[in-house]
């Protein structure tokens, strides 16, 4: 809702071990408080499905977490 435009971000790190992933956020503007941010992502992958959580922080302090997934899906390029 606060986010005028879609903005891309590139993932800085990545690592995936046996059925775990994790990855880190090139730093960004967060439009909600106009201040640099990174965020954090950890997941579990199921067969075609992976979900995980991640966390927002902004100089050490956790400003949001939340949850996502994926799924990939066949025929799709």
């Not at 435009?5 to 960004?28: C, H, M």
């Not at 941010?37 to 991640?54: A, H, N, P, Y």
């Not at 927002?56 to 956790?62: C, E, I, L, P, S």
Request: glycine share 10%; proline share 4%.
């Amino acid at each position: 809702m606060h986010v005028q435009s879609a903005q891309g971000l590139r993932i800085d790190f990545a690592t995936i071990k046996a059925d775990s992933v994790r990855g880190t956020l090139e730093p960004y503007t967060a439009p909600d408080c106009s201040c640099i941010v990174s965020s954090t992502f950890f997941g579990q992958v199921k067969g075609d499905l992976i979900t995980g959580r991640f966390e927002t922080r902004n100089a050490g302090r956790v400003l949001a977490v939340g949850s996502w997934e994926m799924k990939r899906v066949s025929g799709t390029p």
